[in-house]
C-alpha cells in the first residue's frame, strides 16, 4: 500500500512518514503541490494525506488535479483551517475525510485504515457482484457499468450509491443516509457535494439525465430506484 504525503511543514511531514513506515506503509513525501501533482501522475498512490495550506498549489488545487486523472483513489485533507466553509469545500471538491491540526500522528493513521476499509473497491467478480437496474448492467467488482455494447467507469462511490438504490429499490433512501453510506465521514446539511455527484453520474448511466430511470429524486425526500 502507497500513500503520497503532500505536507510543506517538514517536522509533520517527517513525523507521518516515520509512522506510516512503521506500519508498512510504503510513503512518497511531496513538499509543495507541484511535486505533490508530479509524484501522483507517477507514482499511482493507493492514498493521498494531503496539506491544504502549501506554497505554489494548494491542497484544493491539487486535489481539483487528483480527481481529473482518477476519481476513486481516497484522499484525506491535513489543515490548519478549521471553519465548517473549508470542510464543507473539501468535501465537495471529492476529499473523503478532513483533519484539522494539531492532530496526534496516530490519529491520523487510525483514520487513513478507517478511510480505506470503507472505500475499498470489492475485488471478487462473483456474480453477486453484478446486479442490473433498468438495462444498465453494474459489474461492482471492477467498477464498471455496460448498457448494450456501451461501457462506463464507475468510481468506488458511484457503486456504492447505485447499490444501495439497488438494494432498496422502490423506497426511497434519504440524503442523510446517502451520504452517511457513501462518504462515511461528517457531511454538512448545506453542502451540494452528494447532489453534484449524483448529477454527473447520472450524465454518465442515464440515457435522458432530465429524465432518469435508475437515479430518481423524490423531491424534499432524497433518491429512488423503482426497480
Known amino acids: 500500500m502507497k500513500i503520497l504525503v503532500a505536507e510543506d511543514d517538514a517536522n509533520t511531514r517527517a513525523a507521518l512518514k516515520e509512522v506510516l513506515e512503521t506500519e508498512g506503509f510504503t510513503v512518497t513525501a511531496a513538499t509543495n503541490g507541484t511535486e505533490a501533482v508530479d ?14 495550506m502549501m506554497p505554489g498549489m494548494n491542497g484544493y488545487e491539487v486535489c481539483r488535479h ?3 486523472l482518477d476519481e476513486s483513489v481516497p484522499i484525506l485533507f491535513l489543515t490548519a483551517k478549521a471553519e465548517e466553509i473549508d470542510t464543507v469545500l473539501g468535501l465537495e471538491l471529492g476529499a473523503d475525510d478532513y483533519m484539522t491540526k494539531p492532530f496526534g500522528i ?13 472505500t475499498a473497491p470489492l475485488r471478487n467478480t462473483s456474480a453477486s457482484q453484478t446486479f442490473q437496474m433498468d438495462d444498465l448492467r453494474i459489474f ?47 457531511y454538512f446539511p448545506e453542502s451540494r457535494a452528494l447532489d453534484q455527484h449524483i448529477s454527473q453520474l447520472r450524465k ?3 440515457i435522458d439525465p ?16 423503482e426497480g
Not at 496516530?106 to 470503507?118: D, G, H, M, N, P
Not at 447505485?162 to 433512501?173: E, I, S
Request: hydrophobic share 40%; net charge positive.
Open 39 to 52: 509524484l501522483f501522475r507517477r507514482e499511482k498512490p493507493d492514498f493521498i494525506c494531503l496539506d491544504v
Open 140 to 186: 461492482a467488482g471492477e467498477l464498471r457499468a455496460c448498457r448494450g455494447e456501451q461501457e462506463m467507469p464507475l468510481t468506488i462511490r458511484d457503486v456504492k450509491i447505485l447499490r444501495l438504490l439497488y438494494d432498496r429499490r422502490g423506497k426511497v433512501v434519504d440524503r442523510n443516509t446517502l451520504a452517511d453510506e457513501v462518504w462515511g465521514a461528517d
Open 210 to 225: 432530465s429524465n432518469p430511470r435508475i437515479i430518481r429524486t423524490v423531491h424534499g425526500a432524497g433518491y429512488r430506484y
Open 66 to 68: 487528483v480527481r481529473k
Open 204 to 206: 454518465r448511466i442515464e
Open 106 to 118: 496516530k490519529e491520523v493513521l487510525a483514520r487513513i485504515r478507517a478511510i480505506l476499509r470503507r
